[in-house]
């Protein structure tokens, strides 16, 4: 496992990020990002920052299992492929993006997820 140094989120704090990659797949529409502490049917608010700063958002439910699915549909096109780099992702409970709702991930806890798609093996 790596982290990240990041500092921004949607502050201006430093955060230890989480890194995540997965394999590009052109069909996949729901990329799976597995925390383990959402709450089932819950909604929460997905901020997503590209390299260039900028930011998209969306909402999602926690999942059975704690994590949470990515929507690509509802991100513009080409978001989700090896060359668009890194992304970083970000949970609130609030539509403002004010207040954090941290990860866990392999039982720690973290602000944010450096996500990226990896080229396919």
């Known amino acids: 496992m790596s982290v990240n140094k990041f500092c921004g989120c949607l502050e201006t704090t430093c955060d230890t ?3 995540y990659s ?3 797949c052109p069909l996949t529409t729901n990329i799976n ?3 383990t502490n959402l709450t089932h049917n819950t909604q929460y608010y997905f901020w997503i920052r590209d390299k260039f700063g900028n930011i998209w958002y969306d909402t999602v439910l926690g999942l059975s299992d704690g994590s949470f ?9 080409g978001m989700f492929v090896p060359q668009f780099g890194a992304l970083d992702i ?3 409970t609030d ?3 004010t207040i954090a709702y941290p990860m866990y991930m392999n039982m720690q806890e973290y602000n944010c997820v450096m996500f990226s798609i990896d080229e396919p093996v």
């Open 69 to 77: 699915n990515i929507n690509t549909a509802n991100f513009p096109v």
């Open 95 to 97: 539509s403002l993006g």
């Open 22 to 24: 997965v394999s590009y």
């Open 17 to 19: 990020c989480y890194n």
């Open 90 to 92: 970000f949970l609130t």
């Open 33 to 35: 990002i597995p925390c």
